[in-house]
């Protein structure tokens, strides 16, 4: 008896590499939403995340200007802004690099490339949860030019005192896109593919 097709269609590279070049394509999707409130500021590919980004200074974020500038320049005649520029981040480059890596091993008909293809992608799930746990730890608050005390006369203690009142109304928080979710399972799928044809003895 001849094995059913879709047996025999896990046995060859084409499974394992379309969902390599799903999880790498999906990089160029926005992963994170990054918001004021209820307000979205920006949206963040998973390659920006990878090869760094400059927060935009849009319309939105005239919330946390008019907040800032309405009650601090009553008080002080100069307010700092932030041109942040956020530095690439370890675990997103290290899952795109095993994607593109887990590809180009995925042509192989070698077993033991295989092997290492299915590792790859299961470091790169695992990447991919270690960039939400890094993002979710570095999440705060970000008023520009009012972190920390601004010392001990009137106008530092009153600049203080806005500075509390500010966060209280103002809340930055990130939120993962469903794409982010999808990439984490064309990683895991990959692996599940590599694996299933580890057992074809088509290989080497």
């Known amino acids: 008896m001849y094995a059913p097709a879709s047996r025999g269609l896990l046995g060859t590279g084409m499974p394992a590499s379309v969902t390599f070049l799903v999880a790498a394509l999906l990089f160029f999707m926005p992963f994170i939403d990054i918001k004021c409130n209820t307000i979205s500021l920006q949206t963040v590919s998973g390659f920006q995340l990878a090869?760094?980004?400059?927060?935009?200074?849009?319309?939105?974020?005239?919330?946390?200007?008019?907040?800032?500038?309405?009650?601090?320049?009553?008080?002080?005649?100069?307010?700092?802004?932030?041109?942040?520029?956020?530095n690439p981040n370890l675990y997103a480059m290290i899952a795109l690099g095993l994607a593109v890596l887990g590809l180009l091993l995925s042509f192989t008909k070698i077993k033991a490339a295989i092997a290492v293809a299915m590792v790859a992608a299961i470091g790169g799930a695992g990447a991919m949860i270690g960039?939400?746990?890094?993002?979710?730890?570095?999440?705060?608050?970000?008023?520009?030019?009012?972190?920390?005390?601004?010392?001990?006369n009137d106008i530092g203690k009153t600049?203080?005192?806005?500075?509390?009142?500010?966060?209280?109304?103002?809340?930055?928080?990130?939120?993962?896109?469903?794409?982010?979710?999808?990439?984490?399972?064309?990683?895991l799928v990959a692996a599940f593919f590599c694996f299933k044809r580890m057992q074809s003895k088509t290989l080497k």
């Open 131 to 152: 960039l939400m746990l890094d993002i979710k730890k570095k999440v705060k608050l970000d008023v520009p030019g009012m972190d920390g005390k601004t010392g001990n």
């Open 51 to 86: 090869t760094g980004f400059k927060m935009k200074n849009n319309s939105n974020n005239s919330l946390i200007d008019d907040l800032k500038t309405d009650k601090v320049d009553k008080t002080i005649t100069k307010t700092t802004t932030n041109t942040d520029k956020k």
């Open 159 to 187: 600049v203080d005192n806005i500075t509390k009142d500010v966060s209280d109304k103002v809340n930055i928080s990130v939120d993962f896109t469903p794409w982010f979710w999808v990439a984490i399972a064309a990683f």
